[in-house]
């Protein structure tokens, strides 16, 4: 017997430690994305559409490449560099379909702090002359991108630590107006960076807090200095860019392919410099030489990593942030979910394999992204295809890009802050839908263009962990005895008719950001679920859970006696007597709950609402304005609905 038992022990003991090959599939598919959508791509369908948004990706990944790169204090073609690497290793690791990774404004203003405080302009007098091995660059330009890659290398090992200690569910603490009020201050300061190119001014580098003051401070002193030919060339870029996308904007569903502005005003402009002579002629500053080919990969120094850890924090919070708020757009646009640690993974690994590249820190751009959709890419195909054409510009195309005068390289960086500078009409929706968030907005917005944009984002998240933590004690918990009470007399008077079932749930907990998205998942849940068993009549689900404290710990509800919606049309009604307070994150969920459950054939009622509540839905989301969503109580919910359809059972009754 002991023998036996000894060898069952041995027979258990070696199943547990033996790899599965399908647990090892899962992982890989889970790890890397690319062998699910990969082995699932249709060319019939999706390579066209693919190719044609890849292409015109290629054109804003170069052109935004070249103005990143000066924007981080490093030399023009390490930008090509940027916009080719990162773009490939997140087509593997990320989940985003329509993201497009590669360089980006902030995380290059962050890295030019580094780069501008170790090796600053005033060195290179002191640095020998002589080019190195490496695209015969000289050993300041060498220098300055070594400090821009120790900054990428370091922040994506700190982005893949978040990974491993999971901390990407951590990502509920940042809220919509805290990353709009954020992007919009560090557009505001990119804007403010490129001033010196609109106008042709000579304006040394300025950083720290309140340094977007000081740098408007030395143009208005020294507005003499403005070249007149550079502001009108600048003048005349914008315009051009603004007219034609608004055009394509307009005429997109009538044209296939829409003009590529950005690259036939890089032509003609290029041409045009070329052939006046105007670096010489009028003092314009040109993008200059551009080497060919791309450099033997090398470590990053990791002697200076210590003295770039405050800029390498900014860029993985920063960074990550704006490009997950991407991610999760797109995949609310297109139908498809993200998963946020998975993206820590994709970023972290994007930033510390370019690293080894010449590469400044990458991130999700929201250009580049809105792009994407406006040419209908369907996959990550599309980025994949944009990296073939990159390539074809650093081993072929790179020299041509001399004479592009810096002012419309410019104009084409400002034009494509667009997305995020008119982020600024928020403010009116924030103020319709709860004061407090606009507040947070504009307190967000003054920090981020006064300091920096993580010092913004860190101030956004702690006002509004202090502002729900303020407001949480005023909560109150109802008591469902009247909605049991309500519920029997119901379905005594009815009398058992046949099949029109009705689910009411009950909020009796505040909806803001913390719980938001757990609330969505519990309902999704108690729609969809798929439980053929039939419900006695006189049981009641009850769900008895405190979302709050179920956001953050990922409990989840028991509801095992929930009745499915089946074939037959349900109806839904929210009662609302409890939700004491909400913000704009609960008020979008709401709105985004009322949209998915009619795609899903669910009529969705509200009952209890008060009129703020009700003002903010109606503001935010497209309602039906002809068929009545709002009722005074449940009773009067289920009247419109038993008057409308033949009611006659009520099948569940679950309290969240």
Not at 446 to 467: D, E, H, K, Q, R
Request: aromatic share 8%.
């Amino acid at each position: 017997m002991t023998g036996a038992k000894r060898k069952k022990r041995s027979v258990l003991w070696t199943k547990m430690h033996t790899p599965h090959c399908e647990d090892f599939k899962q992982w890989c598919r889970r790890r890397l994305p690319i062998l699910e959508w990969a082995t699932r791509y249709n060319l019939k369908e999706n390579l066209l559409p693919d190719t044609v948004s890849g292409i015109m990706l290629a054109v804003q990944q170069v052109t935004q490449g070249l103005a990143f790169a000066v924007l981080s204090s490093v030399h023009p073609v390490f930008g090509l560099y940027g916009s080719l690497f990162p773009a490939i290793i997140y087509a593997v690791f990320g989940m985003g379909r329509h993201v497009s990774t590669g360089t980006f404004a902030l995380t290059s203003l962050i890295s030019a702090n580094a780069v501008e405080r170790l090796v600053p302009l005033s060195s290179q007098n002191l640095t020998a002359q002589s080019n190195t091995s490496v695209l015969g660059l000289s050993d300041f330009e060498m220098q300055r991108i070594s400090v821009a890659a120790a900054v990428s290398f370091l922040g994506g090992v700190i982005q893949v630590a978040m990974f491993v200690l999971h901390l990407g569910s951590a990502t509920f603490l940042l809220t919509e107006p805290v990353i709009s009020a954020m992007t919009t201050g560090a557009a505001t300061h990119v804007v403010t960076s490129q001033v010196k190119y609109l106008l042709g001014m000579k304006i040394p580098y300025i950083s720290g807090p309140l340094g977007f003051f000081y740098i408007y401070a030395h143009v208005f002193q020294n507005i003499k200095s403005v070249r007149l030919e550079a502001l009108l060339l600048s003048l005349l870029s914008i315009v051009v860019l603004v007219l034609v996308k608004e055009l394509n904007e307009q005429f997109k569903r009538k044209i296939k392919i829409v003009l590529p502005v950005d690259l036939v005003l890089i032509i003609a402009a290029s041409f045009t410099c070329y052939c006046t002579n105007m670096e010489n002629t009028y003092g314009l500053e040109v993008v200059g030489h551009i080497p060919k080919g791309i450099p033997p990969p090398r470590v990053p120094p990791m002697r200076i990593l210590s003295a770039v850890i405050t800029e390498a924090f900014g860029v993985a919070f920063v960074g990550y942030v704006a490009s997950l708020a991407l991610a999760q757009g797109s995949a609310k646009k297109f139908k498809y979910s993200v998963d946020d640690n998975q993206e820590l993974l994709a970023h972290g690994l994007s930033n510390v394999i370019s690293s080894f590249f010449f590469c400044i820190p990458s991130a999700a751009a929201m250009g580049r992204t809105a792009g994407l959709y406006s040419t209908g890419a369907r996959t990550q195909v599309a980025c994949l295809i944009s990296c073939v054409s990159v390539l074809m510009v650093i081993y072929a195309a790179g020299p041509l890009l001399y004479w592009l005068p810096m002012c419309v390289l410019a104009s084409i960086i400002v034009v494509g802050l667009k997305g995020m500078l008119i982020q600024f009409r928020d403010l009116r929706k924030y103020w319709n839908v709860d004061k407090i968030d606009w507040g947070i907005w504009v307190s967000t917005y003054i920090f981020s263009i006064c300091f920096a944009a993580n010092v913004g984002l860190l101030f956004g998240v702690v006002c509004t962990v202090a502002v729900v933590i303020g407001r949480f004690p005023r909560a109150k918990t109802l008591s469902i005895k009247n909605m049991k009470e309500m519920e029997f007399k119901l379905k005594r008077e009815v009398d058992d008719e046949t099949v029109h079932q009705v689910k009411i749930v009950l909020i009796n907990n505040p909806l803001v950001f913390l719980n938001a998205k757990k609330f969505r998942a519990d309902l999704m849940n108690i729609i969809q679920r798929e439980n053929t068993s039939s419900q006695p009549h006189d049981e009641i689900s009850k769900c008895e859970q405190n979302t709050l404290l179920n956001s953050l710990s990922n409990g989840n509800c028991n509801e095992e006696a929930t009745q499915p919606c089946l074939n037959e049309k349900c109806s839904l009604i929210l009662d609302c007597s409890g939700l004491t307070f909400f913000d704009s994150s609960g008020v979008s969920m709401l709105v985004e709950v009322y949209t998915d459950s009619n795609s899903k054939s669910v009529d969705v009622s509200f009952a209890h609402c008060t009129a703020s509540l009700i003002r903010a839905m109606k503001y935010c989301g497209n309602l039906d304005p002809e068929k009545p969503i709002f009722f005074e109580s449940v009773p009067a919910a289920l009247s419109s609905i038993h008057s409308n359809k033949s009611l006659s059972k009520l099948s569940d009754h679950s309290e969240i």
